[in-house]
């Protein structure tokens, strides 16, 4: 009882005191962690927790959309909504079908944004 509530502290402390950047990282790293959670759902043919998984991953995703700032970011910005859209489609055909193989085409892609926001935080973090 008591290690499962110094972890709870442990995580809320890691929210709420990082910063714009490591809670980014914090959600791509979950977007992974949840796919990867509902491919073997559907594996495993349980269908609730495919779902409910599929959608924390869009909800993820969704999320990034709303934060990205199409004016300021220019033609990068609207390359990355792209992408988000993407995956946000092929979650929703993998979910409405219950395909692991939609979760694979889609998944290097999760795995890439997660990538490529780490690498670009890592070298921010040296410029700095």
């Known amino acids: 009882m008591y290690g499962n509530n110094a972890y709870n502290v442990y ?3 890691s929210i709420n005191f990082a910063s714009k950047e490591q809670l980014l990282l914090m959600l791509l ?3 992974v962690k949840f796919a ?3 491919r073997q759902a559907i594996l495993d043919k349980d269908i609730m927790k495919a779902h409910e998984n599929i959608v924390k991953t869009q909800n ?3 999320e990034l959309m709303t934060s990205l700032d199409v004016n300021q970011g220019g033609e990068w910005a609207k390359n990355l909504m792209g992408i ?7 979650l929703v055909q993998a979910n409405i079908k219950k395909d692991v193989n939609t979760i694979d085409e889609v ?3 999760i795995e890439d944004v997660r990538d490529t926001w780490n690498e670009a935080y890592k070298i921010s973090k040296r410029n700095k």
């Open 84 to 90: 988000y859209t993407f995956i946000i489609d092929k």
């Open 29 to 31: 790293d979950g977007s």
């Open 36 to 38: 990867k959670i509902a």
């Open 60 to 62: 993820i995703y969704y």
């Open 107 to 109: 998944m290097p892609l």
């Open 11 to 13: 995580k809320n402390n």
